[in-house]
């Protein structure tokens, strides 16, 4: 098993800034790739970006690419999101999840991921 535990949620006005942090523990062996998901209040969950854990490349949705970006830090298990020019839609709970094996075309289907942190709120004010 692996444990995830998503930090850094909170308010920030349009146009700022914030970073999420996942920790993982338990199996992070088996980690071969992890995202993070956003799900807004009435809407389905969203992708938004994702890692290869092994080799670090990164995909990106369309709404976040050149706004956001991920990392990650192999020593401390743990992943990053650094989020600039926020935006008011942006506004979301805030998932990030770890995958034991992904293809590249499926890295933006959350059911591909097989654990799941809880998830931390970000609110952008406009």
């Known amino acids: 098993q692996v444990q995830l535990v998503e930090s850094g949620g909170g308010l920030v006005q349009a146009g700022g800034s914030l970073r999420l942090s996942c920790a993982a523990s338990?199996?992070?062996?088996?980690?071969?790739?992890m995202a993070w998901f956003r799900q807004a209040p009435g809407k389905e969950r969203e992708f938004v970006t994702a890692?290869?854990?092994?080799?670090?490349?990164?995909s990106y949705a369309d709404s976040v690419k050149g706004r956001f970006t991920i990392s990650r830090d192999n020593a401390k298990n743990t992943m990053y999101l650094q989020m600039n020019s926020l935006k008011p839609e942006d506004t979301a709970v805030y998932y990030c999840?770890?995958?034991?094996?992904?293809?590249?075309?499926?890295?933006?289907?959350?059911?591909?991921?097989?654990?799941w942190g809880q998830g931390t709120q970000v609110t952008v004010s406009s």
């Open positions: 338990g199996r992070t062996f088996a980690i071969y790739a």
């Open positions: 999840a770890a995958a034991k094996f992904v293809t590249m075309m499926l890295l933006s289907d959350w059911n591909t991921y097989d654990y």
């Open positions: 890692i290869n854990w092994i080799d670090g490349r990164a």
